[in-house]
């Protein structure tokens, strides 16, 4: 693999501070259009962010689905941000998520067994993303990974093969009231009760674990990561 340039590198910084302080504040960057994007950036920054969708999975050892790209779709709800406990004690709270009703009905109900069980919430750190949005995700993992594209590939999928990105194969993130899974220790997730509980009762709600250990796919294991199907696709 050929390295990133560091024109490119520099492209990627740029970019990334401009969507920062453009969206900072706001609740709606998981929706934006490449349309919207572009106003903010320059022509070099509009052609990576397209480029990203040119990146090949399988180049990488990554066997996704192809899902297809879709634009914003108008039947989504809005939900709002859910509170946590971060580093000493310190209340944060998650990004407000845009979800499909149906989708979203299936999560409350699951979310009422779950915490019924267990006594916490469950919560959604990540949901419906844009294409556009989705490969802004993908920069910002890439310039976290030091520009090692190989690793972004395995950690976050492109526009096309995301299930974030696709509203008839989505997926949620869920995250513990007590912040897990964390930035620095993703996996600890797999330790909480609620992972275990939603290996045992989540299919009950539609909801399927996307990438278990050593799968096929090649993507890291994501006990997070949750796909929907409604019960009569599955």
């Known amino acids: 693999m050929t390295p990133l340039s560091q024109q490119t590198c520099h492209i990627i910084e740029s970019l990334l501070e401009k969507i920062d302080i453009a969206y900072r504040g706001r609740d709606d960057l998981d929706i934006v259009t490449l349309d919207e994007a572009s106003s903010l950036l ?15 999975p399988s180049d990488y050892n990554v066997h996704t689905p192809y899902l297809g790209d879709e634009v914003v779709p108008k039947k989504i709800i809005r939900i709002n941000s859910m509170s946590y406990l971060g580093p000493n004690d310190e209340r944060l709270f998650t990004k407000a998520q845009y979800v499909p009703a149906d989708m979203l009905l299936a999560y409350k ?44 590939v395995r950690r976050v999928a492109i526009p096309g093969y995301s299930e974030h990105c696709t509203p008839m194969c989505l997926a949620f993130d869920f995250q513990t009231d007590r912040g897990q899974p964390s930035d620095d ?26 990438y278990p250990l050593s799968n096929a796919y090649g993507i890291i294991f994501e006990p997070w990561h949750w796909r929907y199907i409604p019960k009569s696709d599955s």
């Open 42 to 56: 320059k022509r070099q920054e509009i052609e990576l962010v397209k480029s990203v969708r040119s990146i090949i």
């Open 185 to 210: 220790n993703p996996g600890d997730f797999a330790l909480t009760q609620e992972y275990r509980w939603l290996l045992t009762h989540a299919n009950e709600y539609g909801f399927h674990l996307s």
């Open 109 to 152: 109900a699951m979310a009422t067994a779950l915490k019924k069980d267990v006594g916490h919430p469950l919560l959604i750190t990540s949901s419906y993303r844009s294409t556009t949005y989705q490969a802004i995700v993908f920069l910002s993992y890439l310039y976290r990974s030091d520009y090692d594209v190989a690793q972004t």
